[in-house]
């Protein structure tokens, strides 16, 4: 190939990039905003919650862990229904059931009934990550993938900074027969509702029919996804081979630790910071946005640079061993000081989630990447059911929140030992 023609296909690939970054990227990351503050905002609601309801830590901690248990239920099916059906539909649907279930929390009034709707919600929310996931893999080319999936879950934290002064704000609400935490259930539901007729109006399933990209574009665009298709076998494409390779499951141990952490910090990231600061709910609020501002700058550095070295394993396992360390130094820490910023390295872990789905959406194709993704994301998000609830369990039965950290970072750094493993095994 001439100079000049390699560099026309250069330019073709930077426009296309940049194109996708900028047209699906802002949308796609918004939905994960509401997704995720959907998904954690209990944390806060327990301030009070918990209080007015006389939910012990115990119950608590297994209704907010019971979302994964519905969410681990309905993964797989759900993935392949987005495959079949596309997923303008899917999204939508999802996004309503979720949107009606959360704010359908405000009326809880029992711990049965706690449990009952975090189950509902899981199972409700649980096509949306690995859809969108499968979604990116059907557009972003394997080369830019870790970036565009850093960039996209960068959400998660932002949400966590955004809403936790908000969330603060809301549990103070005092408006007729309703409690804080209950307006902040109903307010922070609502967008879902909304946003579900947004993606059925204006989501795109394919490529081909994206107006903003130029037919030279969607030309590169088809041939470079068609060729990375190509690569695997009809035999690496069929569902039944997700089951059986044995880097899907070693992957799925990753992510167990990695869920394990963060959403055991995630869930009880209100309760820790007042265990050692007396403040406002609001202010607990601030405290929290912390860690979540620290791990989305993490996320952007360490997507760009896997992206850029085409390294995968030792990003996955330094981010690893680092959160661990970060769990057992929140174990020990003295002063609210020392808590937010242990609290931040900790968090900061989640960076592995860009290079460890450009893994994960790199073993295999077809329908087996449908059926791979939500495979690793079902059983490996088994970690946000068993980080809560051991922290919960734990605090109940020692008094204090160190028992439980431990337990977690421990997790977490057999999480860094197996990356080092399947990093071996998928170069």
């Avoid at 999204?91 to 509902?120: D, H, K, P, Q």
């Avoid at 199972?123 to 394997?142: Q, R, S």
């Avoid at 999936?149 to 900074?161: D, E, K, N, R």
């Avoid at 700058?297 to 959160?323: C, N, P, Y």
Wanted: hydrophobic residues 55%.
């Amino acid at each position: 190939m001439s100079t000049a023609g390699a560099a026309n296909i250069s330019g073709v690939e930077s426009a296309v990039i940049s194109k996708l970054t900028t047209r699906l990227l802002p949308f796609l990351f918004l939905l994960y905003i509401v997704a995720y503050l959907d998904r954690i905002n209990v944390g806060f609601a327990a301030l009070r919650m918990q209080a007015q309801l006389g939910l012990s830590d115990k119950v608590y901690g297994l209704g907010a862990g019971l979302f994964f248990a519905g969410y681990f239920c309905l993964q797989v099916p759900s993935n392949l229904a987005l495959a079949r059906v596309g997923a303008r539909r899917w999204i939508a649907l999802i996004m309503l059931a979720w949107g009606a279930i959360s704010c359908g929390m405000m009326l809880v009034s029992t711990a049965g009934e706690f449990y009952l709707l975090r189950f509902a919600l899981g199972a409700a929310e649980a096509g949306f990550f690995p859809g969108i996931i499968l979604y990116l893999k059907h557009w972003f080319p394997a080369s830019a993938r870790a970036r565009a999936v850093s960039i996209f879950m960068t959400a998660g934290p932002l949400a966590g900074a955004v809403g936790g002064p908000i969330s603060g704000a809301l549990l103070d609400i005092h408006a007729g027969k309703f409690a804080g935490w209950q307006w902040l259930f109903l307010i922070e539901g609502l967008p879902a509702i909304v946003l579900a007729g947004v993606v059925w109006l204006v989501l795109k399933d394919r490529p081909e029919e994206a107006r903003w990209l130029d037919e030279l574009e969607k030309t590169w665009l088809a041939q470079t996804l068609a060729e990375e298709a190509a690569s695997f076998s009809a035999a690496r494409s069929s569902v039944g081979i997700a089951f059986k390779d044995s880097r899907v499951w070693l992957l799925t141990l990753v992510y167990f630790g990695a869920t394990t952490c963060s959403y055991g910090v995630s869930l009880w990231l209100p309760n820790l910071i007042k265990s050692s600061f007396h403040g406002s709910s609001f202010e607990i609020g601030v405290l929290s946005a912390l860690p979540y501002i620290v791990t989305a700058i993490a996320m952007v550095l360490v997507g760009l640079h896997s992206d850029q070295t085409g390294e995968r394993k030792w990003h996955l396992a330094a981010s690893a061993f680092v959160g661990a360390a970060g769990l057992w130094g929140t174990g020990v820490a003295s002063s609210t000081t020392a808590q937010v910023v242990m609290l931040s390295v900790a968090l900061a872990s989640f960076s592995m989630m860009g290079p460890f789905w450009a893994i994960s959406t790199s073993i295999l194709g077809g329908t087996a990447a449908a059926a791979g993704i939500a495979l690793i994301n079902s059983f490996g998000n088994l970690g946000g059911f068993a980080g809560p609830y051991l922290i919960g369990w734990l605090k109940q039965v020692t008094g204090g929140f160190r028992t439980g950290l431990f337990v977690v970072g421990a997790f977490m750094a057999l999480s860094g030992v197996v990356a080092l493993v399947v990093g071996r095994r998928t170069s």
